[in-house]
């Protein structure tokens, strides 16, 4: 069974930093692409970042520059570290596998707040 | 970046109606669209992947089909269990891109 566990939200000040982990079980890690949403509280799903079985990543403008996506398929474990971090950074982060997203991570929250 | 425009926003309906929700994109995305399910304070679950292929697991009332860039998840007998809200997602390209989301509720 696939399971995706995240960890690592909080209460955090602006421009503060957080690294959110995603530890990954019952399938092959290294050979999927994986992702981060985020939905922020009562609104939609928006997709944050992704990154390739080659390591490519990819990101949403807004956390460009200020995010950073990786991973370590020796710990199947999927990291986002989050710096610089805003007020509209605020929502439940969810950790999602395959380019085709076929399962998700129950989420961690993180609140930007002084 | 690629807009998914998705419609209605919210809908009323009763159990074992038949319910559609239509998602437009705004350039071709082939067939990379994927449709989730969220129940409030839970996390997105997979319905359909690549446009019309069923999750594992999906009961086979959910169904997808597409027309040019016009995307369509259908229910075709709605359960009590279906109340949730609905997004569609285009993966053709980054960044991927979601629909602002269907509101399912119980007339």
């Known amino acids: 069974e696939v399971q995706l566990l995240e960890s690592g939200g909080g209460l955090v000040q602006p421009g503060g930093s957080l690294r959110l982990s995603c530890a990954a079980s019952g399938f092959t890690f290294s050979i999927f692409d994986m992702n981060w949403v985020r939905q922020a509280p009562g609104k939609g799903l928006e997709w944050v970042s992704s990154?390739?079985?080659?390591?490519?990543?990819y990101y949403v403008d807004s956390v460009k520059d200020r995010f950073t996506i990786s991973r370590d398929n020796s710990k199947s474990t999927l990291y986002l570290q989050m710096n610089s971090l805003r007020a509209d950074d605020t929502a439940v982060y969810y950790c999602?596998?395959?380019?085709?997203?076929?399962?998700w991570g129950q989420g961690t929250l993180v609140t930007v707040s002084s | 970046d690629i807009q998914m425009t998705q419609s209605p926003s919210s809908l009323s309906a009763s159990a074992g109606d038949r319910v559609t929700i239509t998602c437009r994109a705004s350039?071709?995305?082939?067939?990379?669209l994927a449709w989730f399910q969220q129940k409030p304070g839970k996390a997105p679950k997979t319905l359909i992947y690549a446009t019309s292929s069923l999750q594992s697991g999906v009961p086979s009332r959910f169904s997808g089909s597409s027309s040019g860039t016009d995307f369509t998840l259908t229910i075709s007998s709605l359960q009590p269990e279906d109340f949730a809200t609905y997004y569609c997602q285009q993966y053709y390209t980054y960044p991927q891109t979601f629909g602002q989301g269907t509101r399912v509720e119980i007339k």
């Open positions: 350039q071709g995305i082939s067939n990379y």
């Open positions: 990154i390739t079985v080659g390591d490519t990543p």
């Open positions: 999602a596998k395959g380019f085709s997203v076929d399962s």
